[in-house]
């Protein structure tokens, strides 16, 4: 799975979640090494010089050449001497002299009439030398193995990015592209994940079941100049139930500023709500909801632990309330119908001022405040919704309030907004 596709994940992920996500720059491209028999230099992000030149010199005889920043052999250099690699090369004068790779890290190209490195970008084999290679942001770099007169192929495995719950099944998907970057489904490759090892269908699917923590899923095609395998890999997590922080998961959905209600939670048996803060495992009882009660709030101020700081408290608080939606979530899909939300809508963990709050929304929804019902705020409505939608406009967001019951309480929802228009409605509340 390319590294692009991981960050759109996790930029998609991070909007949806409200957690910060680190995105591709607008100047990098990436880069993957795969040897004969294995992955020489993972795929990385890197920066594109746009402009000068470097002298790169073979630590092998000490030949060297002049190279602009930006071409495919000094982004090579740079990258790998990056990742603690050496890379060989000789240079040949056709005209002009010009670099040819003969070794990447450990592993070097036997002589002719062996393999040779080739240099393939944004999945198309490239025609000239990789001096002339003009690399630009946004590319997709690799470099493999070639054998003269063979046609080689690329794999590139698609798994799901979004960590699952421990035991369940994910489909993967493997694609094959030619040297000129037709895509066709990966059929008959091998998958590894763990000690499972799949083949993939004519459709170029398979089918794994997830494991604890971070793992690879990797997938392997002999080559066709029989010098190895062609591989690509993806990186695939699961948790524990309840506990998606393992993963590096905290889906607090939005952070708008309001106070949430201190009110009593009927339960119908306890929850065990999960953080992880500075290697420190922290757990917190607290109540399951019932139909016509309300929410569960988790206030930082309400942690018991002495030692935690005020930053502290509010990440325990935000990931507390992460792991009580994924539970009430598994239970619902289980079948238990006294926490099920109303159709539509899942239990998402909110911030609403300084406390926590898991309250069942719909995908894209927002809370802006919610409220215990009472026929003094029933009436009100109407008016908590236009006032809403005026903060809104002020702001600059083209989208209205409206006010829902759901178990028990009345909330403001309305679409999710950007960062900067939640930091806008912070300063209007404020």
């Keep these: ?55 790169l010199v073979d630590p092998d005889d000490g030949e060297t050449t002049i190279v602009p920043n930006n071409r495919g052999t000094s982004f090579l250099l740079r990258t790998a001497e990056a990742a603690g690699l050496t890379v060989g090369f000789r240079v ?46 946004g590319d997709q770099i ?55 090892t799949v083949t993939t269908g004519a459709d170029g699917t398979a089918t794994l079941t997830t494991l604890p923590g971070w793992n690879n899923v990797v997938a392997t095609a002999p080559h066709p100049g029989n010098i190895g395998s062609i591989r690509d890999s993806a990186r695939s997590c699961g948790f524990v139930a309840g506990r998606p922080e393992e993963c590096g998961l905290d889906p607090i959905a939005v952070r708008l500023p309001d106070v949430a209600p201190n009110s009593d939670i009927s339960s119908v048996g306890p929850l065990r709500a999960y953080a992880t803060v ?20 988790i206030s930082p101020t309400s942690l018991g632990d002495g030692s935690l700081t005020p930053g502290e408290r509010r990440e325990v608080a935000g990931k507390m309330a992460s792991s009580v939606a994924w539970e009430l979530n598994r239970r619902t899909a289980e079948g238990d119908e006294t ?6 809508t899942r239990w998402r963990a909110a911030w609403l001022g300084r406390t926590t ?47 829902v019951t759901r178990f028990g309480y009345s909330m403001v929802v309305i679409a999710s907004p950007a960062r900067g228009g939640r930091a806008c409605l912070a300063r209007e509340r404020g």
Aim: aromatic share 6%; hydrophobic share 45%.
């Design 142 to 196: 690799l470099w493999m193995p070639s054998v003269y007169g063979v046609p080689d192929f690329e794999l590139d495995v698609v798994a799901p990015a979004a960590p699952r719950v421990i035991g369940e099944a994910f489909s993967v998907r493997v694609d094959r592209y030619n040297d000129n970057a037709v895509r066709t489904a990966g059929s008959g490759v091998t998958v590894a994940y763990g000690t499972q």
């Design 92 to 137: 040949y004068n056709f005209g002009t002299p010009s670099a040819f790779i003969t070794r990447i890290g450990s592993v070097a190209a036997p002589p002719y009439p062996g393999w040779s490195w080739m240099l393939k970008v944004n999945h198309l084999t490239t025609s000239v030398g990789s001096d002339d290679v003009e690399i630009r942001p």
């Design 1 to 55: 799975m390319t590294i692009h596709n991981r960050i759109a994940w996790a930029v998609a992920c991070a909007a949806l979640l409200g957690i910060p996500a680190a995105a591709m720059a607008d100047s990098d491209a990436s880069i993957r090494v795969e040897g004969p028999d294995g992955t020489v230099l993972p795929e990385r992000l890197a920066n594109v010089p746009t402009g000068g030149t470097s002298t």
């Design 357 to 403: 709050t898991v309250a069942p929304l719909a995908d894209g929804e927002a809370v802006v405040s919610m409220r215990a019902p009472s026929q003094a705020a029933r009436n009100t409505n109407a008016r908590t919704a236009q006032v809403a939608t005026e903060r809104l406009a002020a702001c600059g967001l083209d989208t209205r309030a409206t006010v």
């Design 339 to 344: 926490v099920a939300p109303p159709t539509g």
């Design 278 to 297: 500075n290697g420190r495992l922290i757990n917190l009882e607290v109540a399951v909801p019932v139909r016509g009660k309300g929410p569960v709030a």
